[in-house]
């Protein structure tokens, strides 16, 4: 089942990839900036794998899912800035927000100043949903996007590069990719509900 599951969401993808080009990693990317979680490690190899048989062109490639990363950072951006922090602390359980990842936040800020939302770019996970609290931080719009679309880039080109170097590698370690479907799957719906357990227990502590 989980098996399943784990390889139609990748056929998904490499759907969208292989027919819509540079036009489908765009999107595919905004939707993981619009708070969606979508691999960016998943995807990016993928189309680096299709650029080395030359299907793609390799820049092209890394600057459609950078723009795709900006273009999902509007949104959500702008929800924590218009909804601001008692909008988070009033319905953030719903986004699973709690008042600790807001206080957590302001100390990353204070640490680094407005430069984390840059790192915060090219770090796993933490990408998909670091537009929200800068939006309710008030970051600076001119930096925070430019911010965003340069450590996305660099983002990008990384993991594009690296499906390049796969190449056709990719086809012979299908096989046993495939074995660790279930356990990696299974892996990442333990984090997800450790994730979700943390959070429920810092409302409690809050409430």
């Not at 691999?39 to 793609?56: D, Q, R």
């Not at 909008?87 to 100390?107: N, R």
């Not at 933490?126 to 450590?151: C, D, E, N, Q, W």
């Amino acid at each position: 089942m989980l098996s399943a599951l784990f390889s139609t969401f990748i056929g998904w993808l490499e759907h969208i990839i292989s027919n819509w080009g540079a036009w489908g990693i765009s999107g595919i990317m905004m939707l993981e900036s619009c708070n969606i979680p979508i691999p960016s490690e998943a995807t990016l190899p993928f189309a680096g794998y299709l650029v080395s048989k030359g299907e793609l062109n390799f820049h092209l490639v890394a600057w459609a899912g950078a723009i795709g990363c900006l273009l999902g950072s509007i949104p959500s951006y702008y929800l924590g800035y218009f909804g601001g922090r008692k909008f988070i602390e009033k319905y953030g359980k719903y986004f699973l927000v709690s008042q600790k990842d807001l206080d957590d936040a302001d100390k990353w800020v204070e640490k680094y100043g407005d430069w984390s939302f840059f790192l915060c770019r090219m770090l796993p996970i933490v990408r998909t949903f670091i537009s929200l609290p800068a939006g309710i931080l008030r970051a600076k719009k001119r930096f925070f996007f430019t911010m965003t679309f340069l450590g996305s880039l660099i983002w990008c080109y990384v993991l594009v590069y690296a499906g390049m170097e796969l190449g056709e590698n990719i086809e012979k370690i299908k096989p046993l990719w495939h074995k660790f479907d279930e356990l990696i799957l299974s892996i990442c719906l333990v984090l997800g509900l450790y994730y979700i357990y943390r959070h429920v227990r810092n409302f409690k502590k809050h409430s």
